[in-house]
């Protein structure tokens, strides 16, 4: 038996490669990540030589006895990482992937052309929460069930929950789907939870861009208004490529979500569960628990303290509350104004400069570095204040 370089160089060598560009190149797509070296071995282990139908205890193979413990170790370090008590909710982590995960939500609790409300995709949702063109049903979730999105209101960026309400009360969903693949904010969850409850649906949050956020608790808990939670494994909670479902154990509009959620995962959709990634995943959820995941996740930087360190630099604005912000006086956003330094005739130019000195001092207030003298904010200024700056006499006051 040969490793790969000797077994395989071609493959080898495109594996390299690929290597080089992910280590080499600035890596800004918001569902990657770089799982660990531990969580790698894994995946590249023997568990991936083993058929393992069933759940831990109910296999239809044998040989079974360290897969069991493994996926049982996988499942409580699942609960553990997001909080959740044993009583009252249950995870299956055999689901292959995000969509996956999804499919197998709606073919537990829905029948076939049941309706389903998610996010629109142009809006930021996710195909798998269902995707038609007024030509084509493309998502396969779109196929099997009648889905009516709901969408943003574009005046504001935020979820528009009012025209939800009412096109829940009138398209009356069996289930509705909160998360999204580009939105920027938390969900409403207690609003979604009384609109769902208004027309008896289900409500379920796919956190799968934000699961690690929701693991160190940086951000809103859907745990706390959802009866199901889906997510990938490999994007912030930096896992393998995989998914996981979590559903409430007591039963929910009279369906007991567990027996159904895993009789849709095995047998209805998928066959043997992949146990390298059961494997990689547990090592994850293990370190999801850690001081250093939680530090990671909450790397960042409040509006509060980019005010102060701007002040120093004479550059004046005003910390700002975003949604989901538990302090006023500590928000996540600054607010910033164009009006007064217009007036001063700065035009795009300037505000270009003026971008990249709040980015400087951004970046000096992570670091918690002092504001270097003589940096170029402070020539700046003196360019500001002079007299041959262009249109200064336009001040008034
Ligand atoms: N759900 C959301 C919100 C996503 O953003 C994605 C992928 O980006 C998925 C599900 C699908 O995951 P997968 O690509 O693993 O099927």
Redesign the pocket.
């Known amino acids: 038996d040969h490793g790969l370089s000797e077994a395989d160089p071609e493959v080898r060598a495109i594996i390299n490669k690929e290597k080089e560009r992910q280590f080499k190149s600035l890596e800004l797509i918001a569902?990657e990540n770089f799982t660990s070296r531990a969580v790698m071995e894994a995946v590249g282990s023997c568990l991936t030589n083993k058929y393992s139908e069933g759940l831990p205890g109910k296999r239809y193979y044998g040989g079974n006895e360290y897969i069991d413990e493994l996926e049982i170790l996988c499942q409580k370090r699942a609960l553990a990482a997001f909080h959740l008590d044993e009583n009252k909710w249950g995870v299956n982590v055999q689901p292959l992937?995000?969509?996956?995960?999804?499919f197998e939500v709606y073919t537990a609790i829905l029948n076939p052309h049941d309706r389903i409300m998610g996010l629109d995709l142009p809006h930021g949702?996710?195909?798998?929460?269902g995707f038609m063109t007024p030509k084509r049903r493309v998502s396969g979730t779109s196929i099997y069930f009648e889905s009516m999105p709901y969408r943003l209101d574009e005046s504001t960026g935020l979820v528009d929950y009012d025209m939800l309400e009412k096109t829940a009360t009138l398209f009356r969903p069996k289930l509705i789907i909160c998360?999204?693949?580009?939105y920027p904010r938390d969900f409403d969850y207690p609003r979604m939870r009384k609109i769902a409850d208004a027309v008896g649906a289900f409500l379920m949050m796919?956190?799968?861009?934000i699961s690690g956020l929701v693991a160190a608790s940086v951000v809103a808990d859907p745990f706390e208004y959802c009866d199901i939670v889906?997510?990938?494994t490999?994007?912030s909670l930096r896992g393998p490529?995989?998914?996981m479902i979590f559903f409430k154990k007591d039963p929910v509009l009279g369906v007991d979500l567990e027996s159904a959620i895993n009789n849709a995962v095995f047998p209805g959709l998928q066959g043997g569960p992949h146990n390298h990634t059961i494997g990689g995943l547990a090592v994850c959820l293990q370190h999801a628990q850690s001081p250093e995941f939680k530090a990671y996740q909450n790397q960042g930087i409040d509006g509060a303290r980019v005010e102060k360190i701007l002040d120093m630099a004479s550059i004046t604005l005003n910390k700002n509350s975003v949604p989901g912000d538990k302090s006023a006086l500590v928000p996540g956003g600054i607010r910033i104004g164009s009006p007064a330094m217009t007036t001063r005739g700065f035009t795009e130019k300037e505000f270009t400069a003026i971008a990249e000195f709040i980015h400087e001092g951004v970046q000096i207030t992570i670091e918690a570095k002092g504001l270097a003298s003589g940096s170029k904010v402070q020539e700046f200024l003196k360019f500001v204040s002079s007299p041959d700056f262009p249109l200064t006499d336009k001040v008034s006051n």
């Open positions: 569902s992937s995000g969509s996956p995960a999804n949702g996710h195909l798998s929460h998360g999204a693949s580009a796919d956190m799968a861009h889906t997510t990938t490999h994007k490529r995989g998914g």
